[in-house]
């Protein structure tokens, strides 16, 4: 009994360490590493002098940078040739990210919504940090992270620095919230991705959930493009589906579509199930839980109305 004990207290201090809990008022929302980095942006320009990046910022940093270094921070030296490639873009966004730390209400509101629909959630620390134009959101260390530097679209943005995926994927500040609310989701569900079919459908019910629980999903523009073709891109996804090529669907550029077009389909699949479900909240436990996609997609009927 000694050992179950002390084997639980470990479990619990463990869990607290990695800043998981099931009070939505208890998760953290962390923004000093976004004053880092502007304390850093200041002190290394002209030259954008990683030295400077690596002391004033990844040294300095939260888990949140740390989690986030790995494979896009990647490094100080990484970080400098991407700022300094997109200095005025990056000036440009300094006061939209310092509003994130004035949006934690909506975020809080979020996480109270998914507790009431979904009992078992558990609510992660949140970590905004700036990266290097690659990745908007990720779940890693058992924290959410932000990456803030993607969310600074306004009317006076330069976009001369940005390439063409990047005038696609960059979305305003407003939209933290509701990023916030699907890698959240993210972090609930209990299966990964794999084939095209899998992978939408978990992209989907994130963006499907957010929407439930914070009232919008990021996507919309996608919802617009596909929504009037929608007979004919589930025909033209229903023949790849079950493999492992995401091109034109999912992280990738396609001329004459929209990014992610996957997000969409899986969303779509996502909505069919939950609307046909009698019980909503047995509903959503099934979206987080999925345990056969193909299954899904069947119990889901999506398919069925272009029968």
């Known amino acids: ?119 078992g959630a558990v609510f992660p620390t949140v970590y905004f940090v700036i990266g290097g134009l690659n990745s908007g959101g990720t779940t890693s260390g058992g924290g959410l992270i932000i990456g803030a530097e993607m969310y600074g679209l306004n009317p006076d943005t330069p976009q001369d620095e940005l390439n063409d995926w990047l005038k696609t994927v960059i979305k305003p500040v407003e939209d933290v919230p509701h990023i916030v609310a699907h890698e959240l989701i993210h972090f609930q ?63 990738s550029t396609t001329e004459g579509r929209p990014n992610d077009l996957g997000y969409w389909m899986g969303y779509k699949i996502t909505k069919a199930y939950y609307d046909g479900m009698p019980d909503k909240q047995k509903a959503i436990y099934d979206i987080l839980n999925i345990k056969n996609f193909e299954t899904f997609l069947k119990l889901s009927r999506y398919g069925e109305k272009f029968d």
């Open 1 to 119: 009994m000694k050992s179950l004990n002390l084997l639980i207290i470990f479990l619990l201090v463990s869990a607290s360490g990695f800043g998981q809990n099931r009070d939505p008022l208890k998760a953290e929302i962390i923004t000093s590493d976004l004053d880092n980095f502007w304390v850093a942006f200041a002190a290394a320009k002209p030259e954008f002098n990683p030295e400077v990046f690596q002391r004033e910022y990844l040294d300095k940093g939260s888990r949140g940078v740390k989690g986030f270094t790995k494979g896009r921070i990647q490094s100080a030296e990484h970080l400098a040739r991407v700022v300094a490639k997109h200095a005025r873009y990056y000036g440009s966004i300094q006061s939209s990210t310092l509003r994130i730390s004035e949006m934690k209400e909506p975020m809080q509101e979020s996480f109270r919504k998914l507790k009431d629909l979904y009992p």
């Open 189 to 251: 569900q209990k299966y990964d991705g794999g084939s095209l079919l899998a992978a939408s459908i978990k992209e989907g019910a994130a963006d499907f959930m957010a929407e439930l629980i914070s009232g919008k999903h990021i996507n919309q523009h996608v919802h617009d493009f596909a929504n009037p073709r929608e007979k004919e891109l589930w025909v033209e996804f229903r023949e790849r589906m079950n493999k492992k090529d995401y091109t034109g669907w999912l992280y």
